[in-house]
Antibody, heavy 117, light 106 residues
Framework: DVQLVESGGGLVNLGGSLRLSCTTSGLTYSSFTMNWVRQAPGKGLQWVSS????????YYADSLKGRFTISRGNAKNSVFLQMDNLRADDTAVYFC??????????WGQGTTVTVSS | SYELTQPPSVSVSPGQTASITCSGEQLGGKYVCWYQQKPGQSPVLVIYEDKERPSGIPERFSGSSSGTTATLTISGTQAMDEADYYC?????????FGGGTQLTIL
């Protein structure tokens, strides 16, 4: 069974940094694009970043460029989101999701990031 | 930037048909997905490529798309279908989500 498990969320001060992890099991990571999607409290889904399976194609939401960095682990079963200079409006649940073709078909349970002033 | 527009809320009586729309420029030329999200849970894919249903999703969920509007239809709605629904399309290789529609079963 394919599973994605996020970790690394928590409480961080304004301007601080966090590194989120998404560990995959049951799938060959390098075959799929991995995405980070976030959801602020009471709000809708917002795409954050994507990385292709071969790592050659990386995309970020325009509003986040320069502060967030997506990467993958050497074992290729993990994808990371480095978040720097965090702001109050980065407070959200962060999901990782696999996309294959034109769909995001597997989602993790999410990890909560709270930025405190 | 590309935008998808959904009605904030839709209400339907049990057993009736619910239709949730998603509008965007030239949406008919893009593949649309629909996700169901219940409180405190992760999104679940219910429709992909406009009208395809993943395995395990009940037949009462269907999708269509034409022109600038995609539609998620839930026939014979059940109490368990009460949730938020999000449409999603791809624009220049990146995913764009609609604002979400809260479906209430009266």
């Amino acid at each position: 069974d394919v599973q994605l498990v996020e970790s690394g969320g928590g409480l961080v001060n304004l301007g601080g940094s966090l590194r989120l992890s998404c560990t995959t099991s049951g799938l060959t990571y390098s075959s799929f694009t991995m995405n980070w999607v976030r959801q602020a409290p009471g709000k809708g889904l917002q795409w954050v970043s994507s990385m292709s399976g071969n790592g050659l194609y990386i995309y970020y939401a325009d509003s986040l460029k320069g502060r967030f960095t997506i990467s993958r682990g050497n074992a290729k079963n993990s994808v990371f989101l480095q978040m720097d200079n965090l702001r109050a409006d980065d407070t959200a649940v962060y999901f990782c999701a696999r996309s294959v073709g034109h769909k995001m078909d597997v989602w993790g349970q999410g990890t909560t990031v709270t930025v405190s002033s | 930037s590309y935008e998808l527009t959904q009605p904030p809320s839709v209400s339907v009586s049990p057993g009736q048909t619910a239709s949730i729309t998603c509008s965007g420029e030239q949406l008919g030329g893009k593949y649309v997905c629909w996700y169901q999200q219940k409180p405190g849970q992760s999104p679940v894919l219910v429709i992909y490529e406009d009208k395809e249903r993943p395995s395990g999703i009940p037949e009462r969920f269907s999708g269509s798309s034409s022109g600038t509007t995609a539609t998620l239809t839930i026939s014979g709605t059940q109490a368990m279908d009460e949730a938020d629904y999000y449409c999603q399309a791809w624009d220049n290789g990146t995913p764009v989500f609609g604002g979400g529609t809260q479906l209430t079963i009266l």
